[in-house]
């Protein structure tokens, strides 16, 4: 197994557009994580599955923003409307128990 | 919520130097997780602590685990140039994992 994989690498939006992200975790995580990143900050937790059910989802989380993982593998986030407050990179991870395995990221600008 | 603080925020050390970064959390965390993150990169798990009293070396890297005062550390011992990046620690609470805002590492030579 690579590890986790995320599609794009790369997004550049306009202000207004919906955007979708796809991650792909380590085949037998059963858990898959979300999170935001902006420059100088850590992680911030946007929402976490295990096998395909959302179990959790931050107060933060505008409702622009939407996950799925429809069949416990892949999952993807969306988020419609973008703003330009939305530009960060976008990290996702996988884990089984406790220690979480990150993918590269997905680095969206909104313009 | 799970608040975790690390300091220093920037540290800048010389190669062969010795260095301890804290990290504090609020409540009670299930686990403690350290990370590196290099720039533009994602980030790398370095250390798991699941108890009082645990210490995990790896390198020139150790981590402790104080559950009772809250605070875990990572030891940075003889610094050498390919240590410098930004490490994370996160605590765990339910299934939710709170990163630090980090701690940005630079030796010089």
């Known amino acids: 197994d690579t590890g986790v994989s995320q599609d794009p690498r790369h997004k550049i939006t306009k202000r207004g557009q919906n955007v979708t992200f796809r991650c792909d975790p380590i085949?037998?995580?059963?858990?898959l994580y979300w999170y935001r990143q902006t420059l100088g900050q850590g992680p911030e937790f946007l929402t976490y599955?295990?096998?395909?059910?959302?179990?959790?989802k931050s107060r933060l989380l505008s409702d622009r923003f939407s996950a799925e993982r429809p069949k416990g593998s892949f999952s993807t986030l969306e988020i419609q409307r973008t703003e330009q407050g939305d530009s960060a990179m976008y990290l996702c991870?996988?884990?089984?128990?406790?220690?979480?395995?990150f993918g590269p990221g997905t680095r969206l600008t909104v313009t | 919520e799970l608040k975790v603080e690390q300091n220093p925020l920037f540290l800048s050390m010389q190669e062969g130097k010795n260095y301890t970064i804290y990290c504090n959390y609020s409540?009670?965390?299930?686990?403690l997780y350290w990370y590196r993150q290099d720039p533009g990169k994602s980030l790398e798990s370095l250390f798991v602590?699941?108890?009082?009293?645990a210490v995990k070396q790896e390198g020139r890297l150790m981590a402790s685990l104080d559950t009772k005062a809250r605070l875990s550390t990572l030891h940075i011992t003889a610094a050498v140039h390919d240590l410098s990046a930004t490490y994370f620690c996160?605590?765990?609470?339910?299934?939710?994992?709170?990163f630090g805002t980090g701690t940005s590492l630079t030796v010089i030579p």
């Open positions: 085949s037998e995580h059963n858990r």
């Open positions: 996160a605590g765990e609470a339910g299934n939710q994992f709170y």
């Open positions: 409540t009670t965390s299930d686990r």
């Open positions: 599955f295990q096998n395909e059910a959302q179990l959790e």
């Open positions: 991870a996988s884990s089984q128990v406790g220690e979480q395995y």
């Open positions: 602590l699941l108890s009082n009293g």
